[in-house]
């Protein structure tokens, strides 16, 4: 039980994941968040990884929820591949890359977008355990991924095809505890996300995860980012505060100095130990499919005490929300506002991903996959090496300046009557 104490003291407190030694390499135990401090972490897929817009939004939670974290991140999604690809480049794509951590995930293009074929799906398996055991070989951390489901609504033969994958996704869940490894299934969550749309958005007016069924839109990476990152037991809360009236304080996740309080109101400074993520407006459709990211981007505040009325809430003096009485002594969540200085500052470190994730595609398109003809000539061969190296430390200097940017800031709040 948290225990209020004097506004003269402060509690702090943050709920990391297990940091990075010796055993880095060691599955994730059960309820523990899969990725660690100073992971190295690998998107492996088809062109649903390479769109960066699910991996971008899980990058983004692991950067600002964990901003002394030292994570780094590439992408090695190609629009068209399948498992069978997959295996095939996992040593040069993956393993060379000196990864902690991969995630995997195919099977979309695998199951031939009809109906359930039983060669395909051997196939499937067999090219997917090819990956999981040269991943355990190699001491590396994997989270198997099942597909999302594709939305009927829009897809011309999504009917038949949404049918097909549950059967050919089953065999995933066993393959990953074959190896002991982490399982996410994400066919099961976003189906039963898109079922929910169907009764209440029939045609795709406004809830739209995937523009042709199955390719995300922002809300749909956001619907992939918050099924894997909540199957993967990420931390809730991003912080927590509870004030009174009376001058009491109660923190997790946060520090809270110079408090001024009342009935009428509270002011106070909060240096919070991370920052929530920055809601997108185009994500706002999907809240309602993501439990309102209350399981995943929990930024809290609550105030006991306050006279009977309706409160804004300004953060450095810029107003963000407004709640009444009875929902700041309940407690409300901040994390799914789309304003003020601390969304701004989360939304910088957003841009600045994107940013270097061009380098990071560069790299990967440009270098790896020979796109710029001149690497695949005897001079460019000769270069490559070093020049794949310059690329990444170019990536990873970029990333240093990703986590300067999601460093938190001491805050003014205020809690005043709205005018």
């Known amino acids: 039980m948290v225990r209020l104490l004097p506004a003269a003291l402060l509690v702090a407190a943050a709920a990391l994941p297990a940091p990075a030694g010796a055993d880095d390499k060691a599955p994730a135990s059960p309820g523990e968040f899969f990725f660690r401090p100073g992971d190295r972490v690998v998107f492996l897929g088809d062109s649903i990884t390479e769109q960066y817009q699910y991996s971008t939004y899980v990058e983004l939670y692991l950067t600002t929820r964990f901003p002394n974290g030292k994570m780094s991140f590439l992408n090695a999604g190609i629009g068209g591949d399948t498992a069978g690809g997959g295996a095939g480049r996992f040593q040069s794509h993956v393993l060379d890359e000196k990864p902690t951590a991969v995630t995997i995930n195919f099977g979309m293009n695998d199951g031939g977008y009809g109906k359930f074929d039983a060669n395909r799906a051997k196939q499937f398996a067999e090219r997917t355990e090819a990956m999981l055991k040269m991943a355990k070989d190699a001491g590396v951390r994997v989270a198997l991924l099942s597909p999302n489901a594709v939305d009927k609504r829009n897809k011309s033969n999504g009917a038949e095809y ?18 002991g490894f982490a399982f996410v299934d994400q066919y099961a969550i976003t189906k039963a996300a898109t079922d929910r749309m169907e009764e209440v958005d029939p045609k795709a007016k406004s809830a739209v995860p995937y523009y042709d069924g199955f390719h995300t839109s922002p809300p749909g990476g956001l619907l992939m980012a918050h099924a894997i990152l909540t199957g993967l037991k990420a931390p809730a809360a991003a912080s927590e505060v509870e004030l009174t009236a009376a001058g009491g304080i109660a923190a997790k996740g946060a520090m809270v100095t110079e408090l001024k309080a009342g009935k009428d109101g509270v002011t106070f400074t909060r240096l919070d130990d991370a920052l929530p993520l920055p809601v997108q407006k185009d994500w706002l459709p999907m809240l309602p499919y993501t439990n309102e990211l209350r399981d995943l981007n929990r930024y809290g505040l609550t105030v006991k005490g306050l ?64 796109g710029d003809p001149y690497w695949s000539t005897p001079a460019g061969q000769k ?16 990333q240093a300046e990703v986590y300067k940017l999601a460093a938190p800031q001491a805050r003014r709040w205020e809690v005043r009557p709205a005018q």
């Not at 270069?383 to 970029?398: F, G, I, P, S, V």
Request: net charge positive; proline share 2%.
């Open 162 to 179: 949404v049918v097909t994958q549950k059967q050919f996704y089953a065999p995933l869940a066993g393959l990953a505890g074959k190896y």
């Open 307 to 370: 006279a009977e009325g309706n409160y804004a809430v300004k953060i450095d003096g810029k107003e963000v929300a407004k709640y009444t009485a009875k929902q700041l002594a309940d407690g409300v969540n901040l994390g799914t506002v789309t304003t003020g200085p601390v969304w701004e500052q989360g939304n910088a470190v957003l841009k600045a991903i994107n940013d270097k994730n061009r380098i990071v595609h560069g790299r990967f398109r440009g270098i790896l996959l020979n």
């Open 383 to 398: 270069r490559r090496a070093a020049e794949l190296a310059t690329r990444r430390a170019e990536a990873d200097a970029a």
